[in-house]
């Protein structure tokens, strides 16, 4: 028999009841017989039951890939975000904050230089724009996140002077000041209370202190940030927090924050 199975949309159609009947019947038989599985789909809700890793592709190439539980809990790529965003919580009391994305799919047949997502995407780099990102081994496909150093996971606390000349992602607990010439990413877990001086800065988690300097602040749904920004262009999104003013193309520093 079959050692390896695609199944592409083998339950899209069906009802849920069913669809959950097929679903525990080709996991059995996976089991049972040692198999292989390739399951496609558009729910993600039914590739978290099945999968053991899952791959997200955009315009037919892979964008991410890694265990079910590192994909769902912590996704990296900005387009992998978005799609989880929109998964519907089948719970009436709680409301979910959804990113959005602008522009639309470019065709398959002529797809745009670079990197295929960029023109929709709010980190891309210039970088994005002219070279075409590898899949680096265990996980993201993207020039600005396939070369994102974690340089302060989420179980340490530091207090003091920070300094970074490569992309990098802080998830743990820092109080001080942090100067970084490159991307700098706050991820969900990190809480940090000190002045910030990035070139670009991606907010997923809080910040509680003055930014300076910076190219680009983009604060992504859930993220939080409390002090003044000095930048060229600030991005708040849906489901974003801002308490601050911001400094912007000659704006006296006490102006009126750009959102909140």
């Known amino acids: 028999g079959p050692r390896f199975i695609v199944a592409d949309e083998a339950v899209s159609a ?3 009841s069913i669809q959950a009947q097929i679903l525990n019947l080709l996991q059995d038989l996976q089991r049972r017989l040692g198999l292989t599985l390739l399951f496609i789909a558009h729910d993600l809700r039914v590739v978290e039951h099945v999968s ?6 955009y315009l037919g190439r892979i964008v991410e890939c890694g265990p079910r539980e590192e994909i769902y809990r912590n996704p990296r790529h900005p387009y992998t975000r978005t799609l989880l965003s929109a998964v519907p919580v089948p719970d009436p009391r709680r409301r979910k904050q959804r990113m959005t994305l602008g522009g639309d799919v470019p065709s ?11 023109p929709r995407c709010g980190h891309a780099l210039e970088v994005c724009r002219r070279e075409t990102p590898r899949l680096e081994t265990g996980r993201v496909n993207g020039n600005a ?11 340490a606390e530091v207090t003091g002077k920070l300094s970074f000349t490569v992309p990098t992602r802080i998830e743990g607990k820092l109080k001080g000041e942090v100067r970084a010439t490159d991307l700098l990413v706050v991820g969900p877990q990190a809480i940090v209370h000190a002045s910030v001086q990035a070139e670009k800065l991606i907010v997923l988690g809080e910040i509680r202190g003055e930014v300076r300097q910076a190219s680009r602040v983009e604060i992504c749904t859930g993220g939080r940030l409390f002090g003044d920004v ?7 999104q849906e489901g974003a927090t801002f308490d601050g003013n911001s400094r912007m193309g000659g704006q006296r520093p006490d102006a009126p924050a750009a959102a909140k």
């Open 14 to 16: 069906l009802d849920v």
């Open 52 to 57: 053991d890793r899952v791959a997200i592709m």
């Open 108 to 118: 398959p047949v002529s797809p745009p230089p670079g990197c295929a997502f960029h």
């Open 145 to 155: 996140w396939q070369e994102v150093r974690v340089s302060l996971g989420p179980d």
């Open 230 to 236: 000095e930048t060229k262009c600030l991005v708040v």
